[in-house]
């Protein structure tokens, strides 16, 4: 492993700093664009984020990588600041603001967009619709024009009830939802669950679009292997905690890796 991967042991990993200061320094000694700060959060009393932290750099893609019930989508929703599960310490960071601090709304008006694995898309409203729901309050992101441009086949079927929409096109309108918002962070929830697989790659070349233009951006993703080919860092969760931080290749490089934390 290159020096800038870390394989944590059974312990806890420990920030930089401690609660209350200010955010952990990236190299080069600048705050990190985005930075989580020993995150520990709950489900009532399930006690599942249990202190994860990690610092993205702005542009960066990470992979968020981990077995079923290692706690992915739970940091997600951390991050993203929706009630379910309760943070209860710890400290998140994005553009200096403190998200720790924030409401879900506030978290999204500051630019953090959660891509739920479920897609969420709302029921009687065309795919024009829910767009145009999305930049309803601001900041407003991508024109539609902007989007139908990336999703030819959304501009096509921009009349169409949202929910009639194909599995594959049900994700590009979610992920669109969160474009057409002035979006800092996307956090992208198995954007790959349950397509075929020629409508992944569909979504696969969409995302190497956005990621060209330099969204930072979470991507959480049960195909591995096609995660860790679009993000240019991982990092593994077992058991609420993170386990491996470093190149995508490092991870693609080492089978006992995969194996141990990823069962690939
Ligand atoms: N609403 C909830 N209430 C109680 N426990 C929950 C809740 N949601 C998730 N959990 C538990 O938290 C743990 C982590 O779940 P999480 O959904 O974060 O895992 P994941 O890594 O996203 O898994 P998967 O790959 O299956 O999506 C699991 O043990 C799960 O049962
Ligand atoms: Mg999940």
Redesign the pocket.
């Known amino acids: 492993m290159s020096d800038n991967s870390t394989l944590i042991g059974d312990t806890v990993p420990t920030g930089a700093s401690a609660p209350g200061t200010s955010p952990t320094m990236s190299t080069g000694g600048q705050p990190a664009f985005f930075s989580c700060w020993d995150i520990h959060a709950y489900?009532k009393e399930?006690y599942?984020v249990q202190g994860v932290s990690f610092d993205i750099r702005e542009g960066e893609i990470v992979a968020l990588l981990?077995r079923?019930?290692?706690?992915?989508?739970?940091t997600l929703r951390a991050i993203a600041r929706v009630d379910?599960p309760e943070l209860k310490h710890g400290e998140i960071w994005l553009d200096h603001q403190p998200l720790h601090e924030m409401k879900a709304h506030q978290a999204s008006r500051l630019g953090v967009g959660l891509v739920p694995e479920d897609r969420r898309i709302i029921q009687g409203l065309t795919v024009e619709e829910n767009l145009k729901l999305a930049q309803i309050a601001p900041p407003v992101g991508w024109s539609l024009e902007r989007i139908y441009d990336l999703f030819p086949r959304l501009g096509e079927r921009k009349s169409q009830e949202g929910t009639t929409l194909s599995g594959g096109e049900q994700q590009m309108l979610a992920i669109s939802r969160t474009l057409a918002r002035d979006v800092k962070l996307l956090l992208l929830d198995e954007p790959y669950e349950g397509l075929a697989p020629v409508i992944v790659q569909e979504i696969e070349k969409t995302l190497e679009q956005i990621k060209a233009l330099g969204i930072t951006t979470i991507i959480?993703e049960?195909n591995a292997i096609a995660a860790l080919h679009l993000a240019d860092r991982a990092i593994i969760l077992d058991m609420g905690q993170v386990v491996f931080d470093g190149k995508s290749q490092e991870v693609l490089d080492n089978a006992d890796l995969r194996q141990q934390y990823l069962a690939i």
């Open positions: 489900y399930s599942i981990g079923n019930g290692a706690g992915k989508t739970s379910d959480v049960q």
